[in-house]
């Protein structure tokens, strides 16, 4: 972690993170869930509230519900819904149907690949509102001619995922929706795309001297991309500490970020706690998933990220946060890796070429891998001739023998009296490198080595030239 | 003449449901610019509609239980492409794009909707003055309320212009204006009919029920809107168990318990009709004793709470944004506060009041959660009662249709007009009122048969027996 505060700060942020979810129709409805279509064609009396209309409870969205809840390790309870009461033009009831005392998920956990656990409070289900576009130019409120409505997203189902303010920088609060992104797309949970905003992350930041009780906090809308995250965050936090130090006070206040100027600006102040007026939805009967429904969905979940990391980490001998771990994993390539060294690849080559020489959609047979990996350590390729083997493969659609197109490729290992031909000839042209190596000037062999390099087309092992000048050396 | 008697002769063609209709449009100019039973008489698709009913029994179809038979709509049913206002300013002009369950019920039995009923704005009232569009008078005595809110329901099937209609009880909605105009009001399980459809008021407490002339076209209209609907969470699973199968039964070996906390603050003259029913039914051969229901004391004050928390929050919707009344203003904000000044009427503004003010942070435990205390308490006494007898019986409402403004000038003594009513909306349990006399005014008084949940048989077999006692 960098220091982003000044000395004897810290920084204390919670997330909260709305997901939708991934289901074909409404939470309560039978309209469909699909972003992009034109405005309010995707509506029907119960999604927009119509008098007389009732909520009926979509049984996909508990499912997958309860597919989070398993993930984040958290208690999936019997739940109930409630009504959150206020007037707001895009919300169709003028209240919406949440869950308040009685969530589905509560008391779960979520692991940093540092394997720092994040406490997430509760997970619960709500009805997402409608949207509003108003007309003139800015596309905001202040100084539009006019509104519109779009139901359409008016019904969606969202999932909304508290955390504890247990997140200490930037880096974490980055690292913890980068996980939750993957936990959301492993379980088939939500596609989470921040940029359409089916997944939408609100920071909570609040400052304090080291040891002293929580400071006042604010909340942060508006990021829509992971970096405007880890940048409202940071701005926030200084803007707090450069407030305090300067005498000043934090006032309670919600804060839109601009993505522009790079600051966080005032949007609303909370004079009062909001009153909305929750009580139990009376349209609606709880929900009790029961064991064998709980059971069900556990043995469904796939492989989490966090499992998939160590898994792959402990078979390279590597950390569970190594780059090269958390971005195999990330790019969904691990599967590979382990079917390679099923197959009898050498690890640590099969880790290089998949993290530096594969695209993530580069189709290749695992057990063409392992044998082009088996030629490297054998000393018949090099690093260089493998690579290129490789995309030899992968454009030829992944099932073709290395043997064969490094043969093809005129990449035959070279004897040793050619080599030691072509080192004599670089000892002789380069008498000064020479001297010096035999000096002890060890540098001076890089010289030597790049020579016959460059007289055997890169087909020289370069282990193999600097044993034969060690042993010329005496 | 009798729904059964109307759906035997048309679907029997001795009848035409165009003739039955015309009979009854013909009864309704007579006396409906007098008595205001409706928001909107459905003339031309009521003739459409039995038309239609008479070409399939040429050709030899059954249109079904209630062929041809004309049903009055409480105007808080959805009608697609028909106006459906709840007597509220804020609704006028808004056409529903679907329709409410029941009501395809009733037409897929071969029912003709005759027209929506007039009701106090939301249902919220004892009387149908609240009405934003007048209020409707008592066939039997025209300068008396027909009770409420379903008053232009009651009203419709007392002056004959449709033998059947639809209602909805929230704390006695149907039971106390069947008691005033002299019919029969029924106020089904929570949940055993569709609530889909419903303009709500307080979902709890809601149900929709039929009013008839007679116990049999209860029983008739019950068993076709009963019955689980998909499109309602709380509708209960499975089929309903039909009640007209009962109605022969009779009630000996019934034990039915008289509530005495259901005696207080009621008439002299309305008390003595109870007493007689129980005599009636005793000598029919159930057994009658008092039994108590403590709790139902406080269900008036708990009602008062509840009810208007939902009603607030279901009422949000009407701020002038998607359809109904708009008034505009310089902002969003604005616009929906001069919207629903505008639209709604004293009473409701006083229930969102109200209801706003128990949920409020910092009131809500002392007001709406001790009310959903009693509430559980309530249903609590009302199972300890029911260990001892199958049936209640008490008053419907307090007193006969009263006068016109008697009791708008102070809203409590009109909350009073529920007091025995609504104990079985906040239980969830069944009641219904049936005609049992009159009053010293010569005007009916309705007495009111109280069951567990779900057991509606029970209920109309004792109704019958009443009835039957009466002729």
Request: hydrophobic residues 45%.
């Given at each position: 972690m960098t220091d982003v505060l000044p000395g004897g700060w810290e920084m204390v942020v919670g997330l909260e993170v709305h997901a939708e979810l991934h289901t074909a129709t409404k939470i309560f409805c039978s309209c469909p869930n699909r972003f992009g279509d034109e405005p309010n064609t995707n509506v029907c009396p119960v999604c927009l509230g119509l008098p007389g209309s009732l909520p009926v409870l979509n049984r996909q969205v508990v499912e997958l519900a309860i597919r989070l809840g398993e993930a984040l390790h958290c208690e999936v309870r019997p739940s109930v819904f409630h009504r959150k009461n206020y007037f707001y033009p895009d919300m169709p009831k003028d209240y919406q149907v949440s869950q308040y005392d009685q969530p589905i998920n509560t008391q779960g956990w979520l692991e940093l690949p540092s394997g720092k656990r994040i406490g997430i409070t509760r997970a619960h289900l709500e009805e997402d509102t409608g949207k509003s576009v108003h007309e003139g130019t800015t596309g905001r409120l202040h100084g539009s001619e006019g509104s519109l409505v779009d139901y359409n997203r008016a019904g969606v189902p969202l999932l909304e995922i508290v955390g504890e303010p247990d997140i200490a920088d930037p880096d974490e609060a980055r690292q913890y929706v980068t996980e939750l992104r993957a936990i959301l797309l492993a379980t088939g949970v939500s596609d989470a795309k921040m940029e359409e905003g089916s997944m939408r992350v609100d920071a909570n930041v609040s400052v304090r001297r080291a040891g002293e009780p929580f400071g006042t906090r604010c909340e942060i809308k508006n990021l829509n991309s992971i970096r405007s995250l880890g940048r409202a965050i940071e701005y926030e936090a200084r803007r707090q500490v450069d407030l305090l130090e300067s005498g000043g006070r934090v006032r309670q206040e919600t804060r839109h970020w601009d993505e522009g100027d790079g600051r966080t600006h005032t949007l609303r102040v909370k004079e009062d706690a909001d009153d909305y007026r929750y009580f139990p939805e009376p349209d609606l009967v709880p929900v009790a998933p029961d064991a064998e429904w709980l059971g069900r969905v556990m043995a469904s979940l796939p492989m989490l990220p966090a499992a998939r990391r160590a898994r792959l980490a402990d078979l390279?001998?590597?950390?569970?946060?190594?780059?090269?771990?958390?971005?195999?994993?990330?790019?969904?390539?691990?599967?590979l890796v382990l079917a390679t060294v099923e197959a009898g690849g050498d690890i640590a080559r099969t880790m290089v070429h998949v993290e530096h020489n594969l695209a993530p959609d580069a189709a290749i047979a695992p057990a063409r891998l392992a044998a082009l990996t088996r030629l490297e350590v054998a000393g018949t390729l090099t690093a260089t001739q493998a690579k290129q083997v490789l995309a030899d493969i992968v454009a030829a659609g992944g099932d073709a023998d290395p043997a064969q197109v490094a043969a093809d490729r005129g990449f035959e290992a070279m004897d040793t009296s050619a080599l030691e031909a072509a080192v004599d000839a670089a000892i002789a042209a380069q008498p000064d490198a020479w001297a010096k190596y035999c000096g002890g000037e060890e540098k001076a062999a890089g010289a030597l080595v790049g020579a016959v390099m460059k007289a055997t087309k890169g087909q020289a092992d370069g282990k193999a030239v600097t044993a034969l000048l060690q042993a010329r050396r005496g | 003449m009798t729904a059964r008697t109307i759906a035997g002769d048309v679907r029997a063609g001795r009848r035409s449901a165009r003739d039955v209709v015309e009979e009854h449009l013909a009864r309704i100019a007579e006396r409906e610019p007098e008595?205001?039973?409706?928001?909107?008489?459905?003339?031309?698709?009521?003739?459409?509609?039995?038309?239609?009913?008479?070409?399939?029994?040429?050709?030899?179809?059954?249109?079904?239980?209630?062929?041809?038979?004309?049903?009055?709509?409480?105007?808080?049913?959805?009608?697609?492409?028909?106006?459906?206002?709840?007597?509220s300013r804020i609704l006028e002009g808004w056409r529903p794009p679907y329709t409410a369950t029941v009501v395809e019920r009733i037409a897929a039995a071969?029912?003709?909707?005759?027209?929506?009923?007039?009701?106090?704005?939301?249902?919220?009232?004892s009387s149908t003055e609240n009405s934003a569009f007048g209020p409707t008078r008592n066939p039997l005595d025209p300068s008396r309320v027909p009770g409420g809110s379903s008053g232009g329901s009651a009203a419709a099937v007392a002056a004959g212009f449709a033998p059947l209609a639809l209602g909805s009880d929230t704390g006695g909605s149907i039971r106390q204006p069947a008691a005033l105009c002299g019919v029969v009001g029924v106020k089904p399980t929570y949940g055993a009919v569709s609530r889909y459809g419903l303009v709500a008021f307080a979902s709890s407490l809601d149900q929709i029920g039929p009013f008839a002339a007679d116990v049999a076209d209860a029983a008739l209209l019950y068993d076709l809107i009963a019955g689980h609907d998909p499109k309602d969470s709380t509708s209960i699973p499975g089929a309903a168990r039909a009640v007209t199968p009962a109605l022969g039964q009779g009630v000996a070996g019934l034990r039915v318990g008289m509530v005495r906390e259901m005696r207080e603050g009621i008439d002299a003259d309305v008390l003595a009709r109870v007493d007689a029913a129980a005599a009636a039914l005793e000598h029919a051969g159930a057994s009658v004793e008092e039994v108590s229901?403590?709790?139902?004391?406080?269900?008036?004050?708990?009602?008062?709470?509840?009810?208007?928390?939902?009603?607030?929050?279901?009422?949000?919707?009407?701020?002038?944004?998607?359809?109904?009344?708009?008034?505009?203003?310089?902002?969003?904000?604005?616009?929906?506060?001069?919207?629903?000044?505008?639209?709604?009427?004293?009473?409701?503004?006083?229930?969102?009041?109200?209801?706003?003010?128990?949920?409020s942070a910092g009131y809500y435990d002392a007001y709406y959660g001790k009310a959903l205390k009693v509430r559980r308490l309530i249903a609590r006494d009302f199972d300890a009662a029911y260990q001892r007898v199958d049936l209640l019986l008490s008053a419907t409402s307090p007193s006969t249709a009263f006068a016109f403004g008697a009791k708008t000038a102070n809203p409590l003594a009109m909350y009073l007009s529920d007091v025995c009513t609504i104990p079985s909306n906040l239980a969830g349990h069944p009641a219904m009122s049936v005609p049992f006399g009159v009053g010293d005014d010569g005007l009916p008084v309705g007495v009111q048969l109280l069951a567990p949940t779900l057991e509606e048989a029970t209920m109309f077999r004792a109704a019958a027996a009443l009835e039957e006692a009466m002729r």
């Open positions: 390279a001998g590597l950390a569970h946060d190594a780059e090269a771990v958390v971005l195999v994993v990330d790019r969904g390539q691990d599967e | 008595l205001h039973a409706f928001n909107l008489v459905l003339a031309d698709e009521a003739r459409a509609a039995a038309d239609e009913i008479d070409r399939r029994v040429r050709a030899g179809d059954d249109p079904g239980p209630l062929a041809g038979v004309p049903v009055a709509l409480k105007d808080n049913l959805c009608t697609r492409g028909i106006p459906t206002t709840c007597s071969g029912g003709v909707a005759i027209g929506k009923t007039n009701l106090d704005e939301f249902a919220m009232g229901v403590p709790a139902a004391t406080y269900g008036l004050t708990a009602y008062y709470l509840i009810a208007p928390a939902e009603a607030s929050s279901n009422l949000s919707r009407y701020d002038g944004v998607r359809y109904g009344l708009r008034v505009d203003a310089a902002d969003t904000t604005q616009m929906m506060a001069a919207t629903r000044a505008a639209g709604f009427g004293e009473e409701v503004r006083r229930r969102i009041m109200l209801g706003t003010y128990a949920l």
